[in-house]
Structure formats: C-alpha cells, structure tokens
C-alpha cells in the first residue's frame, strides 16, 4: 500500500540518486562539453566556440544544483521529523528558489552562444518562480501554526 | 504586546498554585505558563471563562491593556 512514510521515501531516493548523478556529471563535463561543440547546429549572439562556455557555465549550475539539492535534503530530513512548518523550511525554500533563478541567469549567459539554452533559463526561472511562491505560503503558514500554537 | 497578563497578581491573590488553576481550568500547566509568561498570542473566550470561574474573578482583572512604549 502506498503512504505517506513511502512516498517521503521515495522523495529521499530521488533526491539520493540525483545527487549521486550530479556528483557523476562533475567528471562529465568537459567530454560532454566536446560533444556538443561537434553534435551542436545552432547559433547565437556570440559565434564561435561553444566548448569553454559550456564547461564554466555547466559547473556554475552544478554548484547551484548542490546548493539546492542540500536544502532538498535539509527540507525532506525535517518534514521525516514532523517539522513541516518552521522557519527552517521557508529559509530551504528560499535557497532553493534562489538557486533555480541564478542557475536560469547562467543558462542566459550560455544563451548568448546557443539561443537553444533560453529555453533551459526560462524553464529553470519559471520553477525559482514556484518555489518563490511555495515559500511565500509556508512563511503564512509558519505564521498561522504560530498563532494556533500560542492560543491557549 | 501591549496586553498584559496579570494571573500571577490574581493567583496570589487567591493563593491558588499554577499546577491547582490548570488542573481547574483543564489546561496543560506548560500552557498555563505561557499564558503568565506573556508569551500567548490569544486566549479562547472558554479558557478565559474558566479561568474567572476558578479564580472568582473578571476578565479585566487578568487582562490590562497598556500604552505601547515608544522605541528611541
């Protein structure tokens, strides 16, 4: 049967597995970078070399995506705890969405090489967006319990 | 909070223990105490009832309102 224990399992998982592949990809970087500079047809503002912009800007967002997925575990470690609504987790939220949108603004910057990474900035600002707004609710939410907590 | 709570001046008065008044008024003494304390952000009309019955008082005999003091 599917619960709530399971399905916060799982969560963990994915965010295991995600770090792990994370950690993995560091290694990855520069072939993948090669590949692409030979795979890739596009264009962009700035012709020429794809391969260096793609490495520093690749593990830009891999140091965001660290950033992030330690708060994901911070967030899932607390709410395994029963400590859903606390400051803490709007503090996770908060990183979290940062990391998104800053990750978004280096794809911007790849962009200039390969207006294909447009996409990736407007797809990784779009979700700093959610979680932005994910955070504005648990703040409320923090706010709410507090007062509920402290009526006697 | 410009509210505040004088229990411990009616409790005295009554020479009544925090332990006895919530036992009376059938809340935890844990949140009795944060009721003294200050520390409540609303008290619920059927606690504080219970709270005048026990304690043989008024409401405005607990509850004071004072003029916030200005910062500098």
Redesign the interface.
């Given at each position: 049967m599917w619960s709530k224990t399971r399905s916060l399992a799982l969560s963990r998982i994915l965010v295991t597995a995600f770090s792990a592949m994370i950690f993995m990809m560091t290694f990855f970087v520069p072939f993948f970078a090669e590949w692409y500079e030979g795979a890739s047809l596009g264009n962009g503002l700035i012709k020429g070399s794809v391969k260096v912009p793609t490495i520093v800007i690749l593990y830009i967002s891999e140091a965001f995506a660290v950033w992030a997925l330690a708060e994901l575990h911070i967030l899932l470690h607390n709410i395994s705890k029963d400590n859903v609504f606390v400051s803490r987790n709007v503090k996770s939220l908060r990183s979290i969405s940062w990391a998104c949108i800053f990750a978004g603004a280096a794809f911007c910057v790849l962009a200039l090489w390969r207006y294909l990474f447009f996409l990736a900035a407007v797809a990784a600002v779009m979700i700093g967006l959610i979680m932005r707004v994910l955070k504005n609710v648990f703040e409320q939410a923090v706010e709410i319990k507090?007062?509920n907590d402290?009526?006697? | 909070m410009p509210i505040i709570v004088n229990l411990d001046v009616m409790m005295a008065k009554r020479k009544i223990s925090s332990n006895d008044l919530a036992e009376r008024v059938g809340?935890t003494p844990a949140?009795?105490s944060?009721?003294k304390t200050g520390?409540?952000?609303?008290?619920?009309f059927s606690?504080l009832d219970k709270i005048c019955e026990a304690l043989d008082c008024q409401p405005g005999d607990i509850l004071e309102w004072r003029l916030p003091e200005e910062d500098d």
């Open positions: 507090s007062e402290f009526t006697i | 809340i949140n009795l944060v009721l520390k409540a952000k609303a008290v619920r606690t």
